[in-house]
């Protein structure tokens, strides 16, 4: 598997071909259907109808099922401390170097890094027997996360087989707490308003101007007029007022767990990080955050 390992993903699509790393990826527009359903079936999110398995979302227990041994991995997202699917380590050499291969400069399959290996302790066999089978009503009622922890005890028929115990699907999913800090906030006031036209606008964009030394007293009276914002209109007010709004009610929906995410007017996704205390008993468990994100709008500040 190789895991973000190029910047091009219609040219590293291919790679798994065209090196012959047998990796669970693939590139074709005729696929077997039974690929997609899985991948559907698991809630992989990087599923797509050409590559319907792509990386498997980084999924500890997905890549065991799949058989994942091995990953490639850029080796400056190693050196960022990038996570990585839990049970996969680094491979080292003799003397306990990384096992490292340099970039090679190919036009859009090079991927501006060199690559390291990581090796996985938990892989299952490519092929293997299961002694029991997954009762189907149990089994659909699961969410994705819980069905592939269900697939190691039992196997998923369409049709039940006589003389093969049945075992009842069952989720194996805890919650655990967890703190949440804001990484973005939305355009709320007019110096923020300023500071963004300023900055992000070609047209506007003032040479050589930082404008981190002044405060936002200072950028509305001095720069108003330079972002063509002397005279406020109605309608900056109005998309203001509706920043405004969305970070009240993100607030108050949000203070007892984070349950719903919108997009401010520009139509800019909110980034949050969550921190959460780990017990030792759940350590290796995945952790799949489910998210109910609100209608986008797709009105533009700086156009206005």
Same mark, same amino acid.
Request: contains cysteine.
């Given at each position: /598997? /190789?895991?973000?390992?190029?910047?091009?993903?219609?040219?590293?699509?291919?790679?798994?071909?065209?090196?012959?790393?047998? $990796?669970?990826?693939?590139?074709?527009?005729?696929?077997?259907?039974?690929?997609?359903?899985?991948?559907?079936?698991?809630?992989?999110?990087? @599923?797509?109808?050409?590559?319907?398995?792509?990386?498997?979302?980084?999924? $500890?227990?997905?890549?065991?099922?799949?058989?994942?041994?091995?990953?490639?991995?850029?080796?400056?997202?190693?050196?960022?401390?990038?996570?990585?699917?839990?049970?996969?380590?680094?491979?080292?050499?003799?003397?306990?170097?990384?096992?490292?291969?340099?970039?090679?400069?190919?036009?859009?399959?090079?991927?501006?890094?060199?690559?390291?290996?990581?090796?996985?302790?938990?892989?299952?066999?490519? !092929?293997? /027997?299961?002694?029991?089978?997954?009762?189907?009503?149990?089994?659909?009622?699961?969410?994705?996360?819980?069905?592939?922890? !269900?697939?190691?005890?039992? !196997?998923?028929?369409?049709?039940?087989?006589?003389?093969?115990?049945?075992?009842?699907?069952?989720?194996?999913?805890?919650?655990?707490?967890?703190?949440?800090?804001?990484?973005?906030?939305?355009?709320?006031?007019?110096?923020?308003?300023?500071?963004?036209?300023?900055?992000?606008?070609?047209?506007?964009?003032?040479?050589?101007?930082?404008?981190?030394?002044?405060?936002?007293?200072?950028?509305?009276?001095?720069?108003?007029?330079?972002?063509?914002?002397?005279?406020?209109?109605?309608?900056?007010?109005?998309?203001?007022?509706?920043?405004?709004?969305?970070? $009240?009610?993100?607030?108050?929906?949000?203070?007892?767990?984070?349950?719903?995410?919108?997009?401010?007017?520009?139509?800019?996704? @909110?980034?949050?990080?969550?921190?959460?205390?780990?017990?030792?008993?759940?350590?290796?468990?995945?952790?799949?955050?489910?998210?109910?994100?609100?209608?986008?709008?797709?009105?533009?500040?700086?156009?206005?």
């Amino acid at each position: /598997m /190789m895991s973000n390992y190029d910047i091009l993903n219609t040219a590293g699509n291919n790679i798994p071909m065209l090196l012959g790393t047998h $990796t669970i990826e693939s590139y074709f527009s005729v696929q077997n259907g039974a690929v997609n359903s899985f991948n559907k079936q698991l809630d992989n999110n990087q @599923q797509t109808m050409n590559d319907p398995t792509s990386d498997a979302n980084n999924r $500890t227990t997905m890549l065991n099922l799949l058989g994942v041994k091995y990953v490639f991995a850029r080796r400056d997202d190693v050196a960022l401390r990038k996570s990585f699917p839990y049970g996969f380590k680094l491979v080292r050499d003799k003397n306990g170097k990384m096992v490292k291969f340099s970039n090679r400069t190919v036009y859009k399959l090079e991927n501006h890094s060199s690559t390291v290996l990581l090796k996985n302790k938990n892989a299952l066999p490519l !092929a293997y /027997m299961q002694t029991t089978q997954l009762n189907s009503n149990s089994y659909k009622k699961l969410a994705g996360n819980d069905k592939e922890q !269900a697939l190691l005890t039992g !196997a998923k028929v369409n049709k039940k087989v006589s003389g093969v115990k049945t075992t009842r699907a069952k989720s194996a999913s805890k919650n655990v707490s967890y703190t949440v800090k804001s990484l973005s906030e939305p355009i709320t006031t007019l110096a923020q308003l300023i500071r963004y036209r300023l900055t992000n606008n070609s047209d506007l964009r003032v040479a050589n101007l930082d404008l981190n030394k002044y405060s936002d007293a200072q950028v509305v009276k001095e720069f108003a007029k330079s972002a063509k914002l002397g005279t406020i209109s109605k309608r900056v007010n109005k998309l203001l007022t509706e920043n405004q709004n969305m970070v $009240t009610e993100n607030a108050e929906e949000n203070k007892n767990g984070l349950k719903v995410l919108r997009s401010d007017v520009s139509g800019n996704h @909110q980034a949050t990080s969550s921190r959460s205390r780990i017990r030792r008993s759940t350590k290796t468990a995945n952790c799949i955050c489910k998210l109910r994100v609100s209608k986008l709008t797709r009105q533009r500040l700086s156009r206005s």
